[in-house]
């Protein structure tokens, strides 16, 4: 069986690895789709393995169709559509974050398999294409709900690959009134406006903070400092100069959430922070968001969940696929095993 796996720095591989077998408590998915995650690149650049520098399966986005399953498996049966929860119920069945098992593969091990923990059941009317979408959808999900908007914020979303774009889906789905994407690449921005932002800035061409200020007005004075009226900052991006930026003209109680991944220290002037009374928190993962995701996909215009996916590979073609993904000009890429 042939399965993804990260040997060390800036290096994996295709493995030829044992075919899985299902031990009592288990179910074996034979993937259909499996989205390519922005720390799947952060694994192989860093060259994360599991211990005694045993190479590291990758995959974690992944829907399929159930193969077999244990023999103490009770709510699980073959033939069933299932998207694999990532990270399962505890530490044994995590999925392709540094677990025994990655997604990236034909078929998969799910250990401990059962339906609602490691295993989510998938409408019949869902694409499995789609039904793989649930985990970085929720990811924006969830960074959208630290940030508590309400449908009069004005908002600013840094970031518009596949997490960025998923949180001004669900922004949009609130109705909140003024969703502003910021990106550099002009590819995302357009889909950052198909999906629901209201207008969109290429630092790299724009004055940052003229254009917000444009958009959003004046806001809350900062101890007399003029300041720029959005309430609200998403950083999905992770660039070294967003937060200190924002902090020099963010509004009285202006809010921050950061989703992005900083692998290295950031320097902030805090007296910014303590003129404005900033609000500065952070999300990660989908504590509770990956059900109403699922739940919520049949609502949600096929289209617009075909925009999200950039580009679609087939499995023999991961090393491209692997390529595109750390491109600007992609959002998701989905790797297909049908």
């Known amino acids: ?39 799947d690149i952060h694994f192989v650049r860093g060259g994360v393995t599991r211990p005694n520098n045993e190479p590291m399966p990758l995959g974690h986005e992944a829907a399929g169709v159930v193969v077999s399953v244990g023999s103490n498996v009770q709510d699980v049966k073959p033939g069933m559509r299932v998207f694999i929860n990532p990270m399962g119920d505890d530490d044994s069945n995590v999925m392709g974050n540094g677990g025994s098992e990655g997604a ?3 078929e998969v091990l799910v250990r401990d398999a059962k339906l609602g923990g490691a295993l989510l059941p998938v409408p019949d009317a869902i694409p499995l294409r789609h039904a793989a979408l649930v985990e970085p959808l929720a990811v924006g999900m969830h960074g959208v709900n630290r940030g508590r908007p309400e449908r009069d914020s004005k908002v600013a979303v840094f970031g518009c690959g596949p997490i960025g774009l998923g949180a001004i889906l669900w922004l949009a789905r609130r109705n909140v009134s003024s969703i502003v994407a910021i990106d550099v690449s002009e590819e995302r921005l357009k889909l950052a406006r198909q999906l629901g932002a209201h207008a969109t800035i290429n630092p790299a061409k724009e004055d940052l903070r003229s254009r917000l200020e444009e958009l959003h007005g004046q806001g809350r004075p900062a101890l ?14 992770g660039a070294r100069t967003i937060i200190p930026d924002i902090l020099t003209f963010a509004q009285f109680h202006a809010r921050l959430v950061v989703t992005a991944v900083y692998l290295e220290p950031v320097p902030l002037d805090l007296t910014h922070l303590l003129a404005r009374e900033m609000e500065i928190t952070a999300a990660v993962g989908y504590p509770e968001e990956l059900k109403e995701v699922l739940a919520t996909l049949p609502d949600i215009d096929p289209a617009l969940l075909d925009a999200y996916i950039s580009h679609e590979f087939a ?7 692997f390529k595109v993904a750390q491109t600007p000009q992609s959002a998701k890429v989905m790797v297909s095993f049908v």
């Open 224 to 237: 007399g400092q003029n300041t720029v009226g959005t309430d609200i900052y998403y950083d999905m991006a």
């Open 104 to 106: 990236f593969t034909p």
């Open 315 to 321: 499995f023999e073609d991961f090393d491209e696929a």
């Open 1 to 39: 069986m042939k399965l993804v796996r990260v040997h060390g720095p800036g290096h994996y591989s295709i493995d030829e690895t044992a075919a899985p077998q299902a031990g009592a408590n288990d179910a074996i998915v034979r993937v259909e789709a499996c989205g390519i995650c922005g720390s």
